[in-house]
């Protein structure tokens, strides 16, 4: 086993390029912490602030509407994200209301505006379309697919999805899973979507769809990663106070393809995705650690690179 | 980080003597795999068969009815258990009735007859007083406490308990919490006690009543195991099937109390428990792959050291 630590940082000359397409919203939500309205939220958000820790730029592809404060797009693109593919078009931006109770592991959603998301099309720019590591994050599969059938060399392609959307879009986001090499998506998405309670089963079923790699996330217990010859289990960091879990499932995504876009790594690089993997579950630690992307917005490569020392120490056994 | 693999098996000149106080019982459990009727079960059994894996003999107190097979004794014998300490009363053994759904995570009881461990009295022999390391199993803090006063130089005391005794029997058990060095409980249980739906801050909240460790069990999820200044997070052996979750927690102890009682492990060495820990998940993950002790009963140790290899190369990130 070849110690993630001791392996050069890229395999190539240069990192890879990383681009993410998803939703930027604005939340409402309420923790056993408190409550945040009108807070940044969204999957392409948590994923773009959390990879432009590790990895810079990130280009973002989604859309807002005419309520979607200004100084948030100069604040995105100061730390490094491209915001050429954020469109602003008429009508309200995305909103999602919701909150979290006892072990705070799962969200319970009181209302979704899709607003300017509803008859969004994601249209890449020529730059964009070159990008090297690729992730679909929770939109519709329909897009998804759009999106797939637009970028031109990817080297890693990862998706996520939703409760929603495995049963509302099943054929599309079939195909989706056929199509990407790296499936993310929570344990009760992959039991919903094989119809397996065993969540190692659930997985290597979902790798018979398709993807080489199925990474389940476990909220607080961390990600279970199969491959086609090996595993990775990482767990979470553990955290005794939780402020708000939104976005963490979103940062690990982020936190996983910013390192694999450093790493330039291929497809075929169990060690290179081990360590990806460990970065995306301590970025996600963080994020849990304040509403919206406080947290994430402070963060700097040594207190990532401290954290993940503590969790492999804790995983030390 | 000293790795646990390099560093000598033993501290002293010869493992420590170890002991479980706890139930033998006959067991009625139905899973999704299908249904066992008077099948042998019991914490103390499930403990002391994972220990002699390791670690021979192991002294077991408990007691059993008239009706208790006096083969299953002998077999019990012939791999190292000293039953010397196992009363045959009159009466039925204990009984317990239960089932596993779903992500068979936790069991659902339907029954329990405490039959002959109703007026049980644990009476300890001079040797087994002498025990190096003891285990008290989920019984009745009342007899918990009384095998406390019986023992006369124990180097490590671990104890277990359940969701009953919790409720029923507050105060006697944090007794017996705040005179061990180990406490063992599950993630329910844990959050029971304490009142904190946070796993971290009710493993702080139970080491804050007196013991040094706390073993948190999260059955697929693995252990988190804090001690005063350090912490391991052992997952679970991912398995695609699980026949029989039953007597899971108690290999996991029984595995952690004999590899410790193999280092000789003094309570300060915490390298010593994150080899332990390791052994417990791996042993445990075995128990589950058949009702009763049937699997755990043809292990060898090369089966436990390829599998404890295999999850810690799975936790390298």
Not at 37 to 50: I, Y
Not at 163 to 176: C, G, H, M
Not at 290 to 305: A, N, W, Y
Request: charge should be negative; glycine fraction near 8%; aromatic fraction near 6%.
């Amino acid at each position: 086993m070849t110690n993630p630590n001791s392996q050069p940082a890229h395999e190539g000359s240069e990192p890879g390029s990383l681009l993410v397409v998803g939703s930027v919203a604005l939340d409402h939500v309420r923790t056993p912490a408190g409550v945040a309205d009108e807070s940044l939220g969204g999957a392409a958000t948590f994923f773009s602030v959390a990879a432009t820790i590790l990895h810079r730029p990130v280009y973002l592809v989604g859309v807002v509407g005419e309520d979607f404060p200004e100084e948030v797009i100069e604040m995105l693109s100061g730390r490094g994200i491209d915001c050429s593919g954020l469109d602003r078009r008429e009508g309200r931006t995305f909103r999602w209301k919701g909150y979290y109770e006892g072990d705070m592991n799962e969200a319970v959603t009181e209302e979704t505006h899709l607003n300017v998301f509803g008859d969004f099309v994601p249209n890449l720019s020529s730059k964009f379309r070159q990008a090297d590591y690729v992730f679909l994050a929770n939109i519709d599969p329909t897009l998804q697919l759009k999106v797939l059938d637009q970028i031109e060399k990817p080297r890693i392609v990862g998706a996520d999805t939703m409760n929603f959307w495995i049963q509302s879009k099943t054929d599309e986001l079939r195909e989706v899973i056929s199509r990407v090499d790296l499936m993310v998506l929570n344990d009760a998405e992959a039991i919903l979507l094989t119809g397996e309670t065993n969540l190692v089963r659930a997985a290597e079923k979902v790798l018979e769809m398709g993807p080489d790699i199925v990474a389940v996330k476990k909220g607080a217990h961390g990600a279970l990663v199969l491959g086609r010859d090996d595993r990775v289990l990482v767990p979470a960091v553990p955290l005794s106070e939780i402020v708000d879990p939104t976005g963490a499932g979103d940062s690990f995504a982020g936190g996983m393809m910013a390192s694999l876009a450093n790493q330039n790594a291929e497809l075929g690089n169990f060690d290179a995705l081990r360590t990806a993997v460990g970065y995306g579950s301590v970025i996600a630690s963080f994020n849990c650690e304040s509403f919206s992307i406080e947290r994430l917005k402070e963060l700097q490569v040594p207190m990532i690179e401290e954290r993940l020392q503590a969790l492999r120490n804790y995983s030390t056994f």
